[in-house]
Nanobody, 119 residues
Framework: QVQLVESGGGLVQPGGSLRLSCAASGFTFSSAIMSWYRQAPGKERELVAGIDSGGSTNYADSMKGRFTISRDNAKNTVYLQMNSLNPEDTAVYYC?????????????WGQGTQVTVSS
């Protein structure tokens, strides 16, 4: 059974930092494309960053230079380091896994973790 469990969210002041973690199980983590998305109230879910099995990364333009995605295949965990946070970063952050299972391309989501940036 595939599980994605996010952690590390919380309340942080503007300018602060947080590191989110997503612990994965139930699939071959090292082969999966892992991504972070976020959804703010009243807005659509949007891509934050992604990392493929080879470690190549991509970021949404507004996150470049502030956020860093990384993965630890030994721990089956993907991270999102977020720096210089501002109130516009307030959202629920979701972890997503994509991988091939035989001939089917699978997509799974975590339950999300709330990040609130406020003074």
């Amino acid at each position: 059974q595939v599980q994605l469990v996010e952690s590390g969210g919380g309340l942080v002041q503007p300018g602060g930092s947080l590191r989110l973690s997503c612990a994965a199980s139930g699939f071959t983590f090292s082969s999966a494309i892992m991504s972070w998305y976020r959804q703010a109230p009243g807005k659509e879910r949007e891509l934050v960053a992604g990392i493929d099995s080879g470690g190549s990364t991509n970021y949404a333009d507004s996150m470049k230079g502030r956020f860093t995605i990384s993965r630890d295949n030994a721990k089956n965990t993907v991270y999102l380091q977020m720096n210089s946070l501002n109130p516009e970063d307030t959202a629920v952050y979701y972890c997503k896994a994509q991988f091939w299972l035989v001939l089917n391309y699978k997509t799974y989501w975590g339950q999300g973790t709330q990040v609130t940036v406020s003074s």
